[in-house]
């Protein structure tokens, strides 16, 4: 596989549990790299990530996952990719050593490498002498690590993570993204990392794919999500000023937010301002001041989730 | 001071070996069940005696009846008391396999069963690890393989394992009777076909009842309970009322016992008139149920529809 042949790629890939459609008609080619999987609860992004491992069926459409076409030969996939389940999920009465090392058995490694990289990847995870105890007396943030390690621990081409922050504290969240961000961008591995957290898409990923109700509604980088839904400005304004938001949606600049007689207008593509002015000369009021407010992620975010629904 | 090196490295290790899950699954779940009996030491000890004591009885006395037939003149009268004594084990019939294998080791498949079977499954879905199971290259066929070669390994251990060692250990002291030994290899070959039903309907029977579970201690329960009420309650009071000997077909140890008696060639005291190949299709249909159950429980993902 060439460097810039997709590692995934989805055509009306549609799933669903019984009568009701998780995934609706679902199309996405990703070049791979640290891909976030960025979505509300239960817009169906774990959903994505299970069919892609082959472990839900699909009901119609096609795709590829590193070369292995989906519902084919997942076994042969699942050995080449990595996963770490949203939820508490342990081999009963091993502890984070033994678990370890019995799911690099599990993907084919043999006795002594698997031995030898449960220590390395524990190690990586940061779970030095509690890899000894019992994975079921582990608290949350060390339950979150050794799945990590579990996920490692065959050297996958493709890491699937599920919510990894999940339930961890702010210094715990910090360094689980520090080892994701160290997979993705220093050792090579393609992540997809799935998460509501906007804040952990943005700090480890390099593209976004925004999942809504069972469609993939956006699907570009990070840089460019934010970048297309340009600025917005701060604008102080004296006179009539319903009459000015009148001007301002007449040019489509929608105003974001109003407190008072400040209003957030976001600005087009391009960042001008220029229409601004237009629209307080067509209003007949005064700007009293202009400052600029820098569209975030979450902004971006929120603007393309409210046209999707 | 960093000892160990922290960073994250590749595995150059070889990615196209064949992957076991089944043996893997197997090693572990084996492991596991020995450490499950061992939790508590003396109980263990005590538990394994019980087990294998009468073993242990035969063996000594098929070897010192060895014995004293070589040393006849040192033990005169000897030979003939011990062979009066233990006709039984030393002539090592078809029924003397029957009652060591079936009845007298019955009550230890039961505990073989609840410890090592009950949890086999059940705990894998309370702690959530089928999908982590299922995750990797292990499809549900070879989970399952493996986890009812575990039970099955542990029944044997209990039944076939000791009872073949002891048609072994008869057969090396009868070397020098020729026709002796062709009865003990024919013996030894219906012991194994024997065993097949005793050792495969205990262990999927446990093993569904597990994946019903998530719990070991539910499973336990909920197998005792179907055997209980299936063995003496349900197809007994059935029988009581209509009078028809074909509701034994209800009890699995039943229809176990008339096939083995078939293959080892014993007559039995089962006063029926079921035909054993009824006993042998009702076998089969039970496999049959508790591999669709398995297979329906065994998923990655639990869709609630």
Redesign the interface.
């Given at each position: 596989m060439t460097a810039a042949a997709p590692i995934l790629e989805l055509h009306g890939l549609t799933v669903r549990y019984g009568a009701r459609t998780a995934l609706d008609d679902v199309s996405l080619a990703v070049p791979g790299g640290a891909i976030g999987l960025l979505g509300p609860n239960g817009a169906g992004k774990s959903t994505l990530i299970k069919t892609l491992l082959g472990l839900l069926p699909a009901a119609a459409g096609r795709g590829q996952v590193l070369g292995y076409p989906l519902g084919q030969d997942g076994a042969a996939l699942r050995r080449r990719v990595g996963y770490m389940p949203e939820r508490d999920a342990f081999f009963p009465g091993l502890s984070g050593f033994q678990a370890t090392w019995y799911a690099g058995r599990l993907c084919g490694m043999p006795d002594a490498d698997a031995r030898r990289r449960a220590h390395e990847v524990l190690l990586f995870a940061g779970l030095e002498e509690a890899r000894y105890r019992d994975v079921a007396t582990y608290s949350t943030g060390m339950k979150q690590r050794v799945k990590l390690a579990q996920a490692l621990v065959h050297d996958p081409d493709l890491l699937f993570l599920d919510e990894p922050t999940n339930g961890l504290d702010p210094k715990g969240r910090l360094e689980m993204l520090d080892l994701v961000r160290t997979i993705a961008h220093d050792k090579g591995l393609h992540v997809v990392l799935s998460s509501h957290l906007l804040r952990d898409v943005e700090d480890t990923c390099d593209r976004v794919v925004v999942v809504q109700g069972g469609k993939v509604v956006r699907h570009e980088e990070i840089k460019a999500l934010a970048r297309s839904h340009g600025d917005a400005a701060s604008v102080r304004v004296g006179g009539d000023v319903e009459a000015f938001r009148a001007a301002c949606a007449a040019r489509g600049l929608p105003v974001l937010e109003q407190k008072d007689r400040e209003l957030q207008v976001k600005l087009p593509g391009d960042g001008q301002t220029r229409p601004l002015f237009e629209a307080a000369v067509a209003a007949g009021v005064v700007l009293r001041s202009v400052r600029p407010v820098r569209v975030t992620l979450e902004d971006a975010l929120l603007d393309v989730l409210g046209r999707a629904v | 001071m960093v000892i160990?090196?922290?960073?994250?490295?590749?595995?150059k290790?070889?990615?196209a070996?064949?992957?076991?899950?089944a043996s893997?699954?197997f090693e572990?779940g084996v492991k596991?069940g020995v450490?499950t009996i061992f939790r508590r030491k003396l109980p263990a000890i005590g538990l394994i005696l019980a087990a294998f004591g009468p073993w242990i009885f035969f063996l000594g006395v098929i070897l010192v009846a060895a014995y004293l037939r070589g040393n006849v003149e040192t033990f005169p009268g000897a030979v003939e008391a011990i062979n009066e004594n233990f006709r039984d084990i030393l002539s090592m019939t078809p029924e003397f396999v029957y009652s060591y294998m079936f009845l007298a080791q019955f009550a230890f498949v039961m505990v073989a069963c609840v410890l090592v079977g009950a949890?086999l499954i059940a705990?894998?879905r309370?702690?959530?690890?089928l999908?982590?199971?299922?995750?990797?290259?292990?499809?549900a066929g070879r989970y399952l393989v493996g986890k009812l070669a575990t039970i099955a390994f542990f029944i044997s251990l209990v039944t076939v394992v000791p009872t073949v060692l002891l048609v072994l250990v008869q057969i090396s002291v009868s070397w020098h009777d020729p026709g002796e030994l062709v009865r003990l290899l024919g013996l030894l070959l219906r012991t194994v076909v024997a065993a097949v039903p005793w050792v495969v309907v205990p262990a999927f029977t446990i093993t569904a009842a597990s994946s019903l579970a998530d719990r070991g201690r539910n499973a336990a329960i909920l197998w005792l309970s179907v055997v209980v009420m299936l063995e003496f309650v349900v197809s007994n009071i059935l029988r009581g009322v209509f009078n028809a000997d074909a509701f034994q077909l209800l009890q699995i140890g039943f229809n176990i016992r008339q096939v083995m008696n078939l293959v080892l060639g014993n007559d039995v005291d089962l006063v029926t008139t079921v035909p054993v190949w009824a006993s042998a299709l009702v076998l089969v249909g039970w496999v049959v149920l508790c591999t669709r159950v398995l297979l329906a429980r065994v998923r990655?993902?639990e869709?609630?529809?």
């Open positions: - | 160990h090196d922290r960073s994250y490295s590749r595995w290790g070889d990615r070996a064949p992957v076991k899950a893997v699954v572990a596991r450490a949890p705990e894998d309370r702690a959530n690890a999908e982590m199971y299922l995750s990797r290259p292990v499809t990655p993902v869709v609630v529809a």
